[in-house]
């Protein structure tokens, strides 16, 4: 069953998805939403709650350390990135998301950017040492899925780590999105660019304990004689 709040994004993004234009969707549904005609249906009040759990779990010692918040939206994850203590960037394909976040968080430290996961920055390589990928790689679909994932590996640094949160998906399993939620296969193929999954896990999300979400940690080891992540 769709969720209520799903059904802007699903009608946007059909519409975009006939014209051939995988994410012209977005900036659609926030510039609809920031008119008062359409609800994003991930924008909440608080962060994903599996991002702040992951990270009261950890003994991040962030000093000096850049994060990569990817598809920021309004702004919700990235502010709380930010708090931990890393200098925050954060990027979405819609220019209306990213004002939203700017004026939704005027005091913010985080740079708030408008970016392309098709196409992201070539300075972004190996620029991050925390990249978090929070339910956008399942936003889009499944024509464009195998190259941002690899675009997001591709920004996390040696000794960095990448956390990806999402829904799950059968393989195989046919999904009238968005979202696309991803499989195991999909979730595996973040480790490129020498990247490997430390953790992998299917964990009750605390707002709806009846579905499981992937959690999932990549690290990408220094190189001989670096510091150790």
């Known amino acids: 069953m ?9 009608r946007l993004a059909s519409e975009s998805l006939a014209e051939d234009d995988p ?7 926030y510039a609809e939403a920031a008119a008062g005609g ?5 924008d909440r009040d608080e962060p994903n ?12 010692d962030v000093t000096g350390e850049r994060a ?8 919700r994850d990235a502010e709380y990135v930010a708090g931990l ?6 990027f979405d394909i819609s220019p209306t998301a990213v004002r939203g976040a700017r004026e939704r968080f005027p005091d913010s430290e985080v740079d708030y950017v408008v970016a392309d996961l098709l196409d992201p920055p070539a300075e972004w390589a190996g620029a991050f040492d925390l990249v978090v990928e929070s339910i956008t790689v399942q936003s889009m679909p499944l024509s464009v899925r195998a190259e941002v994932i690899v675009n997001v590996a591709r920004t996390v640094a040696p000794g960095g780590r990448l956390v990806v949160i999402s829904g799950i998906r059968e393989e195989g399993e046919q999904v009238d999105g968005p979202p ?4 195991r296969s999909e979730l595996d193929s973040f480790a490129v660019h020498g990247l490997r999954a430390a953790r992998v896990e299917q964990v009750p999300h605390p707002g709806d ?3 499981l979400r992937w959690r999932a940690e990549f690290r990408r080891p220094r190189p001989e004689g670096g510091r150790s992540a």
Do not use: C, I, K, Y
């Open 2 to 10: 769709t969720d209520d709040r799903d059904v802007d994004a699903n």
């Open 23 to 29: 994410t012209g969707w977005f900036e659609r549904l």
């Open 38 to 42: 359409a609800t994003v249906p991930w």
């Open 49 to 60: 709650a599996l991002l702040v759990e992951w990270a009261e779990r950890q003994a991040l």
């Open 68 to 75: 990569l918040v990817v598809g920021s939206g309004l702004g």
């Open 85 to 90: 203590g890393f200098r925050t960037t954060a």
């Open 180 to 183: 696309w939620p991803l499989t």
């Open 209 to 211: 304990p009846g579905a």
